[in-house]
């Protein structure tokens, strides 16, 4: 693909993004509008947050929703925890970037998910990969190459450490490093994609992972928005095992 089809391509995929549904004319908008998670509900849910969850959300309208299958549209890791600074990795029009918990939280439906039987250390580990990504750019091609990712980054960190310009320079060239939402949180808990059930599937043509992949047995929800519901994940899709994990946590709050 040329610089000028690529460039363009990037644009259109960042446009879609953006743009969300209204009920009147001119049908579409790009103004910020209400979410279904108010704040209140964030901040109660920022105590029951551990760095190394995963957050899942869908913002209703946004055109974007077409093109991603399932409930669950986007994706995003905690790195910080805490109530004060609490701080998440993920990856947006603007690239991979690192900020406020509460920016995706703040949506319409929103689920918080754990790994389970795992140590501070594996938590710490995925912490640090995906903070090492902070300032890449976002994959309009939702290529996820994480095997390749990891020896780019891996051996990006040797040689710099060992002052090998030239050879770090070499690298670069070869490989243009981009992350999808999704990807940044694949790559960050990649040492233990077989527990977790991180599997490529292939959806639309391509070979990727959704964000209603995380709803599997390798997790389990540590908080969900009061918007979400059986009834809501039925409509929008979700995968059965996803709406009997929904249910078994409904069940537990009770």
Same mark, same amino acid.
């Given at each position: ?24 004319? #001119? ?19 920022? #105590? ?11 913002? *209703? ?62 938590? *710490?580990?995925?912490?640090? *990969? ?6 890449? *750019? ?117």
């Amino acid at each position: 693909m040329s610089k000028l089809l690529k460039a363009m391509w990037r644009k259109i995929v960042f446009f879609v993004g953006d743009v969300h549904a209204v009920p009147a004319f #001119p049908w579409i908008s790009w103004g910020i509008k209400k979410h279904g998670v108010d704040y209140d509900e964030v901040l109660q849910a920022l #105590p029951k947050i551990q760095y190394g969850d995963i957050g899942l959300h869908r913002d *209703k309208g946004f055109l974007s929703n077409i093109a991603i299958p399932g409930f669950m549209k986007h994706s995003w890791i905690h790195v910080q925890d805490g109530v004060e600074k609490p701080s998440m990795v993920e990856a947006v029009s603007e690239g991979v970037i690192e900020r406020n918990v509460i920016y995706p939280i703040y949506s319409d439906y929103t689920i918080i998910v754990r790994p389970r039987t795992i140590s501070e250390g594996e938590r *710490k580990g995925a912490c640090l *990969k995906a903070r090492g990504i902070v300032g890449e *750019k976002y994959d309009v091609d939702f290529a996820f190459d994480i095997e390749e990712e990891l020896k780019y980054y891996q051996g990006r960190k040797t040689q710099e450490a060992s002052n090998d310009l030239i050879e770090g320079q070499k690298n670069l060239r070869n490989y243009d490093a981009a992350f999808s939402c999704t990807e940044v949180c694949s790559y960050s808990w990649w040492h233990k994609k077989e527990q977790l059930r991180l599997y490529r599937r292939k959806r639309r043509g391509k070979y990727c992972i959704l964000a209603d992949d995380f709803l599997n047995g390798g997790w389990k929800i540590v908080w969900m928005s009061a918007s979400v519901t059986i009834e809501a994940a039925k409509k929008l899709k979700l995968h059965e095992e996803g709406i009997s994990m929904i249910d078994t946590y409904l069940s537990q709050q009770r």
